[in-house]
């Protein structure tokens, strides 16, 4: 009865904090690529 | 115990010297908090149903935590600033800096998730009470702290600006966590920092310990990452502005 509101929570968890991962991971990754090319 | 923890600082306030640290920690951190992640959530999946919330019990392993680390990231922050603006530690504004969107996106799930606990429990999305307006209070701050960083161009600027906002914000802390004493809220008080009598049984205790443990692991997982970046990023514009000087 209540599985909406439960998986709903779950989503609403783990997909900001995946965006949060994949987000921060491409920013350091862009930034190393920045510093090599400067070298 | 205090001299241990200034020797400790004072050697990572070199960031090359921070930086071979962090790297050595970034992969056993990571695996860390994913580990216990996956162990917190098969053991959420596994609690019997609660005699008065049924099935949404499970909610509470993501919405408590959340909340924890949303409190826990700023104090995070205004120690970290504390740090900076006082002792004028290196890395204080930095590891601010970098915990700020970590801090923030907690505090946005404890607020949905309790939403989505809210709906099924009280019969509504949600309530102006203490506890509840604190916390939507709390987010404003952390957006107010992360737009400082980025409206203000000058980065000596920009760092006392937001390390000041940092502290007067911290005001809101104890008020989010007392709130449910202070005042009349429909959200329930604390259950378990009552550690002589948590008022949670032990098949509910222990998975959201466990999941505290998991999303605590995954705050400094996610500041280490970002505090790697940023420090990259000073370094990269340190050395374009000695390349624009030299041109």
């Known amino acids: 009865m209540y599985d909406t509101y439960i998986y709903a929570s779950y989503g609403a968890t783990f997909l900001p904090l995946a965006i949060l991962i994949a987000s921060s991971f491409a920013q350091w990754r862009k930034v190393k690529a920045e510093i090599a090319d400067s070298e | ?247």
């Open chain 2, 1 to 247: 115990m205090l001299k241990a923890l200034e020797n400790i600082s004072a050697l990572y306030a070199n960031p090359t010297r921070f930086m071979q640290l962090a790297a050595r920690l970034h992969a056993p951190l990571w695996a860390l908090a994913l580990a216990l992640l996956a162990y917190g959530l098969f053991r959420a999946f596994q609690v019997p149903e609660d005699y008065q919330q049924g099935e949404t019990v499970k909610i509470m392993f993501v919405h408590v935590p959340a909340a924890w680390m949303a409190l826990f990231g700023y104090s995070f922050i205004f120690f970290a600033s504390v740090t900076a603006l006082i002792f004028r530690h290196p890395l204080g504004h930095v590891a601010a800096r970098a915990a700020a969107p970590v801090g923030a996106t907690f505090t946005l799930i404890a607020l949905v998730t309790g939403s989505l606990w809210g709906q099924p429990m009280w019969g509504t999305w949600w309530v102006w009470d203490a506890r509840l307006t604190s916390m939507l209070v709390l987010l404003f701050v952390y957006l107010g702290y992360i737009a400082i960083w980025q409206a203000i161009e000058e980065p000596t600027r920009a760092a006392r600006t937001a390390a000041l906002l940092a502290i007067v914000g911290f005001i809101n802390v104890p008020i989010v966590k007392f709130s449910v004493d202070w005042w009349n809220t429909l959200h329930q008080p604390a259950s378990v920092s009552r550690l002589a009598r948590p008022a949670l049984h032990a098949d509910f205790l222990y998975p959201l310990l466990i999941m505290g443990v998991a999303f605590l692991a995954l705050f400094f997982a996610l500041t280490l990452t970002r505090m790697q970046m940023e420090i990259l990023r000073q370094k990269l514009r340190v050395r374009r502005m000695r390349t624009n000087q030299g041109a």
